[in-house]
Structure formats: C-alpha cells, structure tokens
C-alpha cells in the first residue's frame, strides 16, 4: 500500500476529467517540469482513456500518475492482439521509494486481466523500473546519422525512376499517408493499428521542439496516380566558412513497396544545402541499411523501444503464429501475476497454435520478462539462454523453440505514446 507524507494510506483511484490538469501536471513535473506546447496538451488530453488512467493522491496533491491505451498490436502471423499500452507513469520525488508505482502496477495489471486483454506494453523512460513487473525489452529502433556529403545509395530497385516525388501540405494528405500506414501495419510484428485520434500525432508542430529546424514538410511518392508512400521531415538549415551543412531530420516514413521506399531515400539524402540526415526510430533491418555505400559514416545504433508483457500467458501465446513448428513445456515464474505461474504446453506452427497447463515434464524454465522479450520475435530464445536468463532442461529445448518463435521481420514500434 502506498503511504502519504505523514505514513498514511495515500488514494489510488481512476482519474476523474476535472482532475486532469492536476494530473497531467504531476506527470510534467516528474520529466522535468519544462511546460509543453499547449497543441501537445491538449492532444494528450483528447487521447487519454480517463476510466483506464490512475492517480495516487496524498490529500489534494497528485502524487502519482498511470495510464492505459486500448492499442491493438500486430503479432508474428498478422493478428491484430488487444493490448494495454502503458503511459504517462511518474511518482512525484517526495514520494519515492513508498510502493506507489508498485500500488499502481498492481493496480493496472489487474484491471488489464479484467478487460481480457493478453498483453501489456511500455516503452520505458528508464530500462531497470520495468523488469520487475514482468516487462521485457522485445523491439529495438534504429538511429543514424548519414554523412550525405560522402553516402551515396547504390543499386537502387528497379521501378525507382517510375515513383514521382512531390511536395504536400502534411495536413491536406493526411488520410492518404494514413491509408499507406494502416496498409504496413499487419506486416511487421510491434506495429499499432491506428486508433481515432492518433493520426494527429504525426502532424505535432510545436515550435519549441523542432531546435532550429523547419515547420513540418512532407513529401508524397507516387505511382500512376497513387500514392505508395510517404516521407515526413524537418531541414535545420546552418552554413560553415566552406559552405552549406545543413541537416535533415527525418520524422516519419512508410512505403508500400521497394522502390517507392528506395525514391524516398534518395530524395532525402538529395536535398539542397544539406550533408547530414538524421535518421530516427526505423526498424532494426530498413531496407537503406543495403542501398548505402558506406555504412560506417551512417553511424548506424540501437536503442530498446518497446516492452512487452504477457498478462494472460495462455492467451498472447495463442494469439501469435511460429514460423516453425514448436511443442515445448515452458516452466513459468510470475511473482507478480500469479496466474501466469506454472508448466504451460506450447504447440504451434504457422497456422496456428494452443498454450494450456499442463503437469508435464518442463523443457525450458524462464520468467515472464524473457517470454515478453521473445514474444515479438526480435529477440532470440536462444541467446537469452546463452545469457543465463533461460534455463534449458530438456537438451535441444531452447533451439526448436527460438526458431519457432522468430519472426521473417524486426518487429518495430512506429511511434511512442
């Protein structure tokens, strides 16, 4: 139980609409405090699910902040799986270390299991807060920065030539760079179908965070009329004694196909009076990474992205396919949801699967953190288990599995929340 300033009980309760300011403040506070544009507040206010959000109040101050969107996420085979996508958690600093984000975890994962959704999912201010709550890291995004004055794309897809390239107002193609997304989203494990209300977040301007950069731009890629992808991106202009180095900023971007993706490229390492793309959040495995000459001066690096939590394990196995047959006894530790604890038998192909109870012999003991971790595919079975964070019991156990559990695409997280 979570205790107030005085050691009493504090109040864990759903957040009420007038309380929002308050809370939302609480929330601010605890990243730094810097206000926000008010164009960002008020979209987060529109998006937050109220009956979904928590709040832990000493008195008439907010002391704790947690909410929970009603995402729907791809998994390996394309199904579209219900999922809880944690957000806007912060305890205030004069109330650390008095089990208030633990009350909140508790709270939330329950009310999660009563929505009957399989799945919980973070992405994590600071990586060691989530593990003990049964989160693991499952996606990885990928960041550069090209020297476009030295890069150049080689051996480009046949058909680039026939993508036309245009200008747009961000705001007037909306719907069109929409459609091209919600086209993408059952291809890539980690992809969110978007909800109403969040299109907008591709089109957030605020002066104060672009750091020098352009208003929003935005570039169609067409093909006979239609539009095969689309690119969003920010030009920070600068100029050196030896001439221009600007720098472009890449937000967004999706395409239906190779050579509509290969044309964006190009495009973007082209533009006038630049030397530097910034690339941000990709998939580990986009396809530029092969198009370059010289991958080294693309400074190419990882960051963990999204977390994944099994919250009905029988379910979120199920919900997923394996892109080799598997039949494995998983011994499960699951402190903080019990339920989840115990010997599950896993069968599956790439057709489909079933995950019950079982009393068999275990093949392979792990915790629920390394099952959310390999849930998606992007991280091995195996080389948790080269690590110490999975126990193999039956010999050859750990291999049949993690190749069932891969996946033919890095699973991606498109845009946080």
Same mark, same amino acid.
């Given at each position: 139980?979570?205790?107030?300033?005085?050691?009493?009980?504090?109040?864990?309760?759903?957040?009420?609409?007038?309380?929002?300011?308050?809370?939302?403040?609480?929330?601010?506070?605890?990243? #730094?405090?810097?206000?926000?544009?008010?164009? =960002?507040? =008020?979209?987060?206010?529109? *998006?937050?699910?109220?009956?979904?959000?928590?709040?832990?109040?000493? %008195?008439?101050?907010?002391? %704790?902040?947690?909410?929970?969107?009603?995402?729907?996420?791809?998994?390996?085979?394309?199904?579209?799986?219900?999922?809880?996508?944690?957000?806007?958690?912060?305890?205030?600093?004069?109330?650390?270390?008095?089990?208030?984000?633990?009350?909140?975890?508790?709270?939330?994962?329950?009310?999660?299991?009563?929505? #009957? =959704?399989? *799945?919980?999912?973070?992405?994590?201010?600071?990586?060691? $807060?989530?593990?003990?709550?049964?989160?693991?890291?499952?996606?990885?995004?990928?960041?550069?920065?090209?020297?476009?004055?030295?890069?150049?794309?080689?051996?480009? +897809?046949?058909?680039?030539?026939?993508?036309?390239?245009?200008?747009?107002?961000?705001?007037?193609?909306?719907?069109?760079?929409?459609?091209?997304?919600?086209?993408?989203?059952?291809?890539?494990?980690?992809?969110?179908?978007?909800?109403?209300?969040?299109?907008?977040?591709? *089109?957030?301007?605020? =002066?104060?965070?672009?750091?020098?950069?352009? +208003?929003?731009?935005?570039?169609?890629?067409?093909?006979?009329?239609?539009?095969?992808?689309?690119?969003?991106?920010?030009?920070?202009?600068?100029?050196?004694?030896?001439? +221009?180095?600007?720098?472009?900023?890449?937000?967004?971007?999706?395409?239906?196909?190779?050579?509509?993706?290969?044309?964006?490229?190009?495009?973007?390492?082209? $533009?006038?009076?630049?030397?530097?793309?910034?690339?941000?959040?990709?998939?580990?495995?986009?396809?530029?990474?092969? *198009?370059?000459?010289? $991958?080294?001066?693309?400074?190419?690096?990882?960051?963990?992205?999204?977390?994944?939590?099994?919250?009905?394990?029988?379910?979120?196995?199920?919900?997923?396919?394996?892109?080799?047959?598997?039949?494995?006894?998983?011994?499960?530790?699951?402190?903080?949801?019990?339920?989840?604890? #115990?010997?599950?038998?896993?069968?599956?192909?790439?057709?489909?699967?079933?995950?019950?109870?079982?009393?068999?012999?275990?093949?392979?003991?792990?915790?629920?953190?390394?099952?959310?971790?390999?849930?998606?595919?992007?991280?091995?079975?195996?080389?948790?288990?080269?690590?110490?964070?999975?126990?193999?019991?039956?010999?050859?156990?750990?291999?049949?599995?993690?190749? #069932?559990?891969?996946?033919?695409?890095?699973?991606?997280?498109?845009?946080?929340?």
């Amino acid at each position: 139980m979570a205790t107030d300033s005085t050691g009493s009980a504090a109040t864990l309760r759903v957040l009420r609409q007038d309380d929002w300011d308050k809370w939302y403040d609480t929330l601010v506070r605890g990243f #730094g405090g810097v206000p926000e544009a008010a164009e =960002e507040r =008020e979209l987060w206010n529109s *998006l937050t699910e109220f009956d979904r959000s928590l709040g832990v109040w000493d %008195g008439d101050d907010c002391v %704790g902040t947690a909410g929970a969107f009603g995402f729907r996420l791809t998994v390996p085979g394309g199904a579209s799986v219900p999922a809880a996508g944690v957000t806007m958690v912060s305890v205030a600093a004069t109330h650390r270390r008095r089990g208030v984000l633990t009350s909140m975890m508790r709270r939330q994962l329950d009310d999660v299991r009563s929505w #009957g =959704e399989p *799945l919980a999912v973070l992405t994590a201010s600071e990586p060691a $807060i989530y593990g003990r709550f049964g989160y693991g890291a499952a996606t990885f995004q990928l960041n550069a920065e090209v020297d476009t004055s030295r890069v150049r794309l080689s051996s480009l +897809p046949a058909g680039t030539d026939e993508v036309r390239v245009r200008y747009a107002v961000p705001a007037d193609v909306l719907d069109v760079c929409e459609a091209v997304y919600a086209r993408l989203v059952p291809s890539r494990p980690g992809m969110l179908a978007r909800q109403p209300g969040w299109e907008r977040l591709g *089109l957030l301007d605020p =002066e104060s965070g672009r750091e020098g950069a352009s +208003p929003l731009q935005c570039v169609l890629a067409e093909r006979d009329g239609e539009t095969v992808g689309y690119a969003r991106f920010r030009v920070k202009p600068d100029w050196e004694l030896a001439g +221009p180095e600007g720098t472009v900023i890449l937000e967004d971007s999706a395409a239906l196909d190779p050579a509509a993706d290969a044309a964006l490229w190009r495009f973007l390492f082209g $533009i006038d009076l630049t030397s530097k793309l910034v690339i941000r959040g990709r998939p580990v495995d986009d396809a530029w990474q092969y *198009l370059v000459s010289d $991958i080294r001066r693309c400074r190419p690096r990882l960051r963990d992205s999204l977390y994944v939590r099994p919250v009905e394990l029988g379910a979120a196995l199920e919900a997923r396919t394996y892109q080799a047959p598997v039949d494995v006894v998983f011994e499960v530790e699951d402190a903080f949801c019990p339920w989840n604890a #115990g010997r599950w038998r896993l069968s599956g192909d790439a057709k489909g699967a079933s995950c019950e109870r079982t009393t068999e012999a275990a093949d392979v003991a792990l915790s629920v953190r390394e099952l959310g971790s390999v849930y998606l595919g992007g991280v091995s079975l195996s080389a948790l288990a080269a690590a110490g964070r999975v126990r193999e019991v039956r010999r050859g156990a750990v291999a049949e599995a993690s190749m #069932g559990f891969g996946a033919g695409v890095a699973p991606w997280l498109p845009h946080g929340f």
